[in-house]
Nanobody
Framework: QVQLVESGGGLVQPGGSLRLSCTAS????????MAWYLQAPEKQRELVAY???????NYAGSLKGRFTISRDNAKNTVYLQMNSLKPEDAAVYYC???????????????WGQGAQVTVSS
């Protein structure tokens, strides 16, 4: 059983930065690809980025260059560095442990509790 605990959300001005962290207990991150999703109110969760076991990364098109996903397996932690934040980035962000089959990321049912990101002046 894997538990994922997120931290780092908050209020930031447009153009500002935040770093979200997601730390696992009960299991190591190393067997999993990891991802971040976002969910706006009354909307489906959307994949933001993922990182494979080998460290390859993939981003939603509009976020590439602004967001960076990284992992530290020794700390069982995955990060999402968010720069140049825009109001449309505001959402609840969830980390996830899953799998990458060489083509796409498939989430497993291991989710963080969600981190609220608010972008407002």
């Amino acid at each position: 059983q894997v538990q994922l605990v997120e931290s780092g959300g908050g209020l930031v001005q447009p153009g500002g930065s935040l770093r979200l962290s997601c730390t696992a207990s009960g299991s190591s991150f190393s067997p999993y690809s990891m991802a971040w999703y976002l969910q706006a109110p009354e909307k489906q969760r959307e994949l933001v980025a993922y990182i494979t076991r080998a460290g390859a990364t993939n981003y939603a098109g509009s976020l590439k260059g602004r967001f960076t996903i990284s992992r530290d397996n020794a700390k069982n932690t995955v990060y999402l560095q968010m720069n140049s934040l825009k109001p449309e980035d505001a959402a609840v962000y969830y980390c996830n442990a899953g799998a990458f089959d060489g083509t796409k990321y498939t989430p497993r049912d291991y989710w963080g509790q969600g981190a609220q990101v608010t972008v407002s002046s």
